[in-house]
């Protein structure tokens, strides 16, 4: 039975206003345990393909079935649970995490797949001790070649089992020997039962596989065709012991969080720097928030001061209403009742009145009689002090009666005392 088959598949990718129809009604069948090689000119699409093969893009149109199952029907998690536990990746620049070591590196598909960490590190270093790289568990990937890097990735392609293997130009990046190596693995892998696929555009490479798929400007060109008789090993796949989803997602958040820390660790000049700009960052957006908030109470402080939130309450309903004439005026008791509003923040009762006031002058001894408006205020917020000022005079010698100050209340009389 076959565990890859593609039918009718069509991809193409938008740019702009054009259409790039990369790969053209690809058919094409894999039987579990074949080592293929698919080889191609640069841009024939070659990547493309392998990518739809591994669930990491979906063609346009078309069916792609694993082991007879439509990948279309499957959820964005069940693709992901397909893409974890059946398929490994191998690259040509190996993506590995620069920062974490190789035995790290290669655990991070089990961290995914739930494997608690005695079993996943014990696995982890059971691959690397047998793709021949015993004594380097502890190297980062600066520190190992390109053939060694090759091989980390290669273990960590296998780490959840990888009964497909996916390898897009694993020896590009290699000299011959290392890229010999690397074959020679994937060569062991696919006679335990591993199904191999590599795409590759050099023929000596493509050679390695029993079947040959050349594909031309997106089109499937020549098929050697599958090796009917050939002797395949079954997949066995690797024991897996899962633990609880609590367990996994504690163990995730360590990992990353190590993660996070060894990276800060290892770029220490990038780290501070960062950490700077957010310190300045966050210090500027308070800076703005304060002053916007300082402003802000200057300009309603100011505003108050024009007098924009006081309210003038007169006796009756509205100017010259009839029914006005019963209230005659406020009383103190009136100011209570306003001052225990919620919306009101002080009261200041005023008095106006017209008295009559008797100026008598020393000199001339003639007696006016003179009209003056008095004012009393009673400032609520101070020390309730009143104080009186004359606002209109309607004599001559107005600078002989201003400034008449007084501390008691209406009635007033002032009479110089000398007469
Ligand atoms: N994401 C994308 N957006 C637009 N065009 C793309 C994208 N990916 C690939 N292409 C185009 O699709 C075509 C096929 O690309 P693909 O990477 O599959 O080629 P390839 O056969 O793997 O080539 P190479 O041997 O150089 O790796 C190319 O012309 C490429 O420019
Ligand atoms: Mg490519």
């Known amino acids: 039975m076959s565990i890859i088959e593609l039918k009718n598949i069509q991809r193409s990718y938008v740019n702009g206003s054009q259409s790039l129809h990369v790969l053209k009604d690809i058919n094409l069948q894999i039987a579990s345990g074949e080592m293929v090689a698919i080889i191609g000119p640069s841009g024939s699409g070659k990547s493309t393909l392998l990518n739809i093969l591994g669930c990491l893009d979906a063609a346009d149109s078309g069916d792609y079935f694993i082991d007879g199952k439509n990948t279309a ?7 992901a649970k397909v893409r974890r536990e059946h398929i490994g990746f191998i690259f040509q620049r190996y ?23 005695p079993s ?5 270093a059971q691959l690397l001790e047998r793709l021949g790289l015993r004594g380097r568990e502890h190297h980062k990937p ?31 990046a290699l000299d011959s020997h290392s890229g ?26 493509a050679q390695h596989a029993e079947r040959i798929i050349e594909i031309q400007d997106g089109e499937i060109f020549a098929d050697s065709g599958r090796q009917q008789n050939a002797v395949r090993a079954r997949y066995i796949p690797a024991p897996r012991k899962s633990q609880s989803k609590l367990r996994g997602f504690v163990d995730r958040l360590r990992e990353s969080m ?26 500027a957006v308070v800076t703005v928030v304060a002053l916007g908030q300082g402003a802000r109470e200057k ?22 209403e009839d029914d006005a004439h019963p209230v005659l005026t406020l ?58 000022s004359v606002t209109s005079v309607t004599h001559s010698k107005r600078s002989s009666l201003i400034p008449i100050r007084a501390t008691s209340s209406l009635p007033l009389m002032r009479t110089p005392s000398a007469r």
């Open 258 to 283: 190590s993660m996070a820390l060894n990276a800060m660790n290892t770029h220490r000049l990038r780290t501070a720097l960062t950490m700077t700009g957010i310190i300045f960052g966050i210090a």
């Open 331 to 388: 009383v103190m008791a009136d100011a209570d009742v306003i001052a225990r509003q919620q919306f009101v923040d002080k009261v200041s009762p005023e008095l106006l009145s017209t008295q009559p006031i008797r100026y008598l002058s020393n000199l001339r001894k003639h007696r006016y009689r003179v009209s003056a408006k008095i004012i009393l205020r009673f400032r609520a917020s101070n020390s309730l002090k009143a104080a009186t």
């Open 299 to 320: 300009t309603l402080e100011s505003i108050s001061g024009l007098g924009t939130n006081v309210v003038s309450v007169y006796a009756g309903g509205d100017f010259a």
């Open 73 to 79: 029907s499957l959820s964005h998690d069940a693709l």
């Open 120 to 124: 996943r590190r014990e696995r982890a």
């Open 95 to 117: 993506h590995l995490m620069p920062d974490l070591t190789a035995l790290s590196n290669v655990e991070i598909p089990a961290i995914y797949a739930n494997l608690p960490g």
């Open 180 to 205: 010999e190596e690397v074959l020679r693995i994937l060569h062991d892998l696919n006679r335990e039962g591993h199904t191999v696929i590599i795409v590759t555009h050099d023929m000596k490479v």
């Open 142 to 172: 600066g520190e190992l070649s390109g053939g060694q890097q090759q091989r980390v990735s290669i273990a960590r392609a296998l780490m959840n089992g990888a009964e497909i293997i996916l390898a897009d130009e694993p020896t590009g």
